[in-house]
């Protein structure tokens, strides 16, 4: 196993322990394929503690694999979310993995998108699906 795979099976650990969820196999598999440094932007990054956003001293992508705010867009206060509750709300929703063919929407979908491995379809503000 390669030095980032090793990180992300360990923070996809530590997310899914943190949110109540470490027997959700396809949620942990979610977070441990989900390269976090295809969706901050270049490092080195800014990150949220303790009130106050501290940069991180390198670009490696290591010290993104921790349950961290990371700036987007920080003289906008604009960030990637808590992984921990990004983990706490996928649990919730108890997401059934069905054939794609089974999700036939009375009309095309407004917006398709891939997230984190699921695959998520709009067709209204109230008719979403993920796959």
Request: charged share 20%; net charge neutral; hydrophobic share 45%.
């Amino acid at each position: 196993m390669e030095r980032l795979e090793a990180h992300r099976h360990f923070y996809a650990d530590l997310i899914t322990t943190a949110a109540g969820a470490a027997k959700n196999e396809r949620l942990k598999a979610a977070f441990a394929s989900t390269p976090r440094e295809h969706f901050v932007g270049a490092g080195p990054w800014k990150v949220f503690a303790g009130g106050y956003y501290v940069e991180t001293p390198t670009d490696d992508p290591a010290f993104l694999y921790q349950d961290v705010v990371v700036a987007l867009a920080f003289e906008l206060r604009i960030n990637n979310g808590q992984p921990v509750l990004h983990a706490i709300n996928l649990a919730a929703l108890d997401v059934k993995q069905v054939p794609f063919s089974h999700f036939q929407p009375t009309t095309q979908p407004t917006k398709s998108m891939s997230y984190m491995n699921f695959r998520v379809l709009w067709q209204s503000p109230r008719s979403c699906m993920l796959l």
